[in-house]
């Protein structure tokens, strides 16, 4: 059965920081690209992060030099560090996994991350 299960979403001041958490199940992580998506209230869902098989990533340009993501396929475990966090970065984080060569791609369920004074 796949999984992902995301953790370390939460309610935190601007400035601060969260990382996001996302355990993979029930397939070959290691040849899957990991993503993190957000979707705020009203307005559709956005690549945030990814990173590949390889290692290599690409962020979405607000974010970048902000947020880290990173992988530990030993773990199979994908993480989103999320630095100096602004009001705008509320919304629903979603991990992805999407395999590198078929058309086979999985969601977790979504984690709250709430940036509010």
């Known amino acids: 059965q796949v999984q992902l299960v995301e953790s370390g979403g939460g309610l935190v001041q601007p400035g601060e920081s969260l990382r996001l958490s996302c355990a993979a199940s029930g397939f070959a992580f290691s040849s899957y690209r990991m993503s993190w998506y957000r979707q705020a209230p009203g307005k559709e869902r956005e690549l945030v992060a990814a990173?590949?098989?390889?290692?290599?990533?690409n962020y979405l340009d607000s974010v970048r030099g902000r947020f880290t993501i990173s992988r530990d396929n030993a773990k199979n475990t994908v993480y989103l560090q999320m630095n100096s966090l602004k009001p705008e970065d509320t919304a629903v984080y979603y991990c992805h996994a999407q395999h590198r060569l078929v058309a086979l791609e999985y969601w977790g369920q979504g984690t709250q991350v709430t940036v509010s004074s």
């Open positions: 990173i590949r098989t390889a290692g290599s990533t």
